[in-house]
């Protein structure tokens, strides 16, 4: 469903993707390896809880999240990883660690790391640690208008 409803909104959209399969991945390192995309070009999607919120922060598989960093960027009380309990309801018909980063389609504010928005085109996880979707960033930033934040 989640990935399907992801689909849909791009086809609505008409853009035009591409969703490869490659072998089992599970690291956002990993993934953009076996799909051959730089790990600064893939997004992995970290899911954090923002003053009580559920958020997605979108950064390279290159980069870590600094938690303190992105709350002080959003000028928030705290920022935390969410627990896949916390998520998992939002993207049913995905792997855990595989949800693509359009948290705009499921009720969640998206922010996204200046590095990743460098980038011409994009990969990230297309719900399961076999697939991967790409697109251009342009595209990701125009239908998710995700919030740049350091972090």
Same mark, same amino acid.
């Given at each position: 469903?989640?990935?399907?409803?992801?689909?849909?909104?791009?086809?609505?959209?008409?853009?035009?993707?591409?969703?490869?399969?490659?072998?089992?991945?599970?690291?956002?390192?990993?993934?953009?390896? *076996?799909?051959?995309?730089? $790990?600064?070009? =893939?997004?992995?999607? #970290?899911? /954090?809880?923002?003053?009580?919120?559920? @958020?997605?922060?979108?950064?390279?598989?290159?980069?870590?999240?600094?938690?303190?960093?992105?709350?002080?960027?959003?000028?928030?009380?705290?920022?935390?990883?969410?627990?896949?309990?916390?998520?998992?309801?939002?993207?049913?018909?995905?792997?855990?660690? *595989?949800?693509?980063?359009? $948290?705009?389609? =499921?009720?969640?504010? #998206?922010? /996204?790391?200046?590095?990743?928005?460098? @980038?011409?085109?994009?990969?990230?996880?297309?719900?399961?640690?076999?697939?991967?979707?790409?697109?251009?960033?342009?595209?990701?930033?125009?239908?998710?208008?995700?919030?740049?934040?350091?972090?």
């Amino acid at each position: 469903m989640s990935m399907e409803r992801v689909k849909r909104f791009l086809d609505e959209n008409g853009v035009k993707y591409v969703i490869e399969q490659h072998s089992p991945a599970y690291t956002a390192q990993e993934v953009a390896e *076996a799909a051959h995309v730089p $790990g600064r070009h =893939f997004a992995k999607s #970290v899911m /954090v809880i923002v003053d009580g919120r559920l @958020a997605l922060a979108v950064l390279p598989a290159t980069d870590r999240v600094d938690l303190r960093k992105l709350a002080q960027s959003l000028g928030a009380h705290s920022v935390e990883l969410a627990e896949e309990a916390d998520f998992s309801e939002r993207f049913p018909d995905c792997e855990p660690g *595989a949800m693509p980063p359009f $948290g705009n389609l =499921f009720d969640m504010e #998206v922010f /996204v790391s200046p590095h990743l928005a460098e @980038a011409d085109l994009i990969a990230f996880s297309a719900g399961s640690h076999r697939e991967v979707m790409q697109l251009p960033y342009g595209v990701f930033e125009r239908l998710v208008k995700p919030a740049e934040v350091a972090m």
